[in-house]
């Protein structure tokens, strides 16, 4: 039996391989993480105002009146930082249907705006995808690898992934809402009973979205017309919606824990994002 030895011999230093190189790859990861959540710390700025005043609302479109009046009270301090964690199903294939389960963490700076999600998807079990998606200090960020190893994406630097990326921080903002408000740097521009489009600059950066409200004066969806898609490494402006639903409250204010996200091609929606907020906790102004 010397060739079950070893063979047996054979696999168990291919585990013992894996097993370093996963947890190897697990610490540079997390190094990587460090350091874009420092660079993105470093660019925080103070808040404008320190709490909401209803007066804030004169003039604005009256669905998005509705919505403030529905998600915070009036005195809520503004929402400076939040750190949150998700899970759900994110779908890997640009084609079929290939949904994988993943488990996230997310830092948000409301000013200057910037996020960091850092997402762990399990394409085999002890297989990872890692992904960074983020908008740090003007810079849209897309790196994505295997078991923090394996280069799959790095797209950065370029003006259309820094507008998606401030796209998604905006429309994530109901999750912040505080971020929504005027005084905030939002401008917020009439459509009809039920929706309006809100912008939102960084610089040079900038990024406008159509928010639809629902019965209740929430925020139902939020639709861009061009986002960057990614197709085989190359990014294609595309219209993109998320769909938000299952509002409670957290920190004081009312934001959805669910949501899904999909680009919207000719053949129909194509989500590729369903996920549930599992964990907020905010740093707000004193």
Known sequence: MLWLKLLLGALAALALLYAVAALYGAWRWDAGTRELRARLEAARQPL?????????LDGLPPPVQRYFRAVLKVGQPMVAAASMEHDGTFNMSEAGEQWK???STQRVLTRRPGFDWNGRISMLPGLPVR???AYVA??????????GLITLADLRGTREMAQGELMRYLAEAPWYPTALLPSQGVRWEAVDERSARATLADGEIAATLLFRFDEAGLIATVRAEARGRTVRGTVVPTPWEGR????????GMKVPLEGEVAWILPSG???YWRGRLTQASYEVAP
């Open 48 to 56: 404008r105002t320190a709490r909401y005043d209803a007066r804030e």
């Open 138 to 147: 003007g810079e849209g960020i897309l790196h994505a690898t295997l078991l």
């Open 269 to 271: 929606a194509k989500p």
């Open 244 to 251: 938000w639903r299952n509002y409670a409250e957290r920190g």
């Open 101 to 103: 389960p993943f488990t």
């Open 131 to 133: 992904v960074h998606d």
